[in-house]
């Protein structure tokens, strides 16, 4: 898996019969541009992009969020908030899984190179490319555990 640019992503995209549009370049950037750790649902990327101007309807957001997920460039997270939230697809050494706390969402991150050996060995076996491979663990965080305990 490779970081990609506006020349990768447009030959990528033209390979499937797509072409690179800007609002596609925009969403790409402000993706790159997040920092480690930030994951952005639909709703919020288009907040964002009003914010800064950019008129790219919600419908667009969603349609390019699920193209650059299904390419590999974007992960598509399930956080527990009733919707996905996504995140640039960086590769070794940045890359990293989830615990989510069920009950007040707070979400850590966390590396373990064995789950990521386990998921390019089974693609490799099977005749796959491994584009993504990623575990999310739902718990209850302490904070929530000693809520849930009567006084």
Known sequence: MSIY???????????????????R??????????????????EDLHQRLEHDGEGISLSTIYRTLKLMAR???????????GHKHYEINQPYPHHHHHL???????TIEFKNDSIL?????????????LLDCQLTIHAI????QRALVPA
């Not at 370049?25 to 639909?42: K, M, N, V």
């Not at 390419?71 to 908030?81: A, N, P, W």
């Not at 989510?100 to 707070?106: A, F, P, Y």
């Open 25 to 42: 370049e925009t969403i790409l950037q402000i993706f790159q541009d997040l920092p480690q750790g930030e994951h952005l649902s639909a």
């Open 71 to 81: 390419m590999g460039i974007l992960r598509e997270l399930e956080l527990g908030e």
């Open 100 to 106: 989510i706390c069920t009950r007040c969402n707070m």
């Open 5 to 23: 640019n506006s020349a990768s992503l447009k030959a990528e995209l033209n390979g499937h019969g797509w072409r690179l549009t800007p609002q």
């Open 141 to 144: 965080c302490p904070r929530c």
């Open 117 to 129: 050996k386990i998921g390019t060995k089974t693609a490799q076996k099977e005749g796959y490319q």
